[in-house]
């Protein structure tokens, strides 16, 4: 017997906004269903909305469409900053977007979890899969520092860890504009302080975040999204490592950027950001 979810009103509208070739069953050629989707961003519309109230910021500096990669910071134990990136385009983007995410290879052994994450848009994290997506204008959503950034403890949640450079070449590659972003609050709604590595190994994932009350479940906590000015490379994606290492440095700077403004804008330092716009501190966009 098939189970059907409630979908909000608002929900159902935006999809129906989507550029996205749903066919007649609401399947898209990458397998993205719309029966999954509506009751996806229902849950995460309470918790986008309601539970956390999330602050955008920039978020007009997201082309409305065609291809482009969202590229940003971790923060949390567990995949909330992708949620929240999705949620913010989909929910305050005229039309909304989706965010395509490019998924950990371990959720494929998790039972469900595959099929959950690919119905809804997140492919698995292979370089093809990215390709094909922005090939037909997609929007792509990266975390850079993989699994090492959702192992950031409590008191390194500001900071970034080591950036692959995978991403810098596809952009080339792909011709594809870049806009940065930070997320921050993560680390407040799931405070790391340990991560139990043999744990997790048993339970076939990169390891298990441990909070003071244990289980890695999210309270509620002020979330931000800042997103930054595009950043366009020119190249073929093929390179020497030491000129596409130098532009993954301008891309970490400006996201770390990003994380500083955030951070004088949640003590409440709002004058002199005003005084010298939203992206103080922000190098403006590179054009290489």
Known sequence: MRVSFPVDSEVRERLEQLEIPF?????????VSKAYLGPSFTLLKFFFRRYFSVHTLGIEHVPQHGRCMLVGNHSGGIAL????????????????????????????????????????GHLTGLPEHAERLLAQDRLLMVFPEGARGTAKLFKERYSLVHFGTGFVRLAMKMKTPIVPFAFLGGGEAIPTIANAVSLGKLLGVPYIPVTPWVVALPIPARLDIIYSEPMTFEGTGFEEDD????????????????????????????????NSGPHAGVAGGAHT
């Open 243 to 274: 000129v596409v290492l130098a532009y993954v440095d301008r891309v970490k700077k400006r996201i770390a950027d990003l994380i500083e403004t955030g951070r004088r804008l949640r003590r409440g330092d709002v004058a002199q950001l005003t």
């Open 81 to 120: 900053d992708a949620a929240m990136v999705s949620a913010s385009q989909f929910f305050e983007m005229n039309p909304p977007r989706l965010a395509h995410g490019m998924a950990e290879r371990f959720l494929g052994k998790i039972p469900f979890a595959s099929q959950l994450t690919h119905r809804c």
């Open 23 to 31: 066919n007649a069953d609401g399947i898209d050629p990458f397998g």
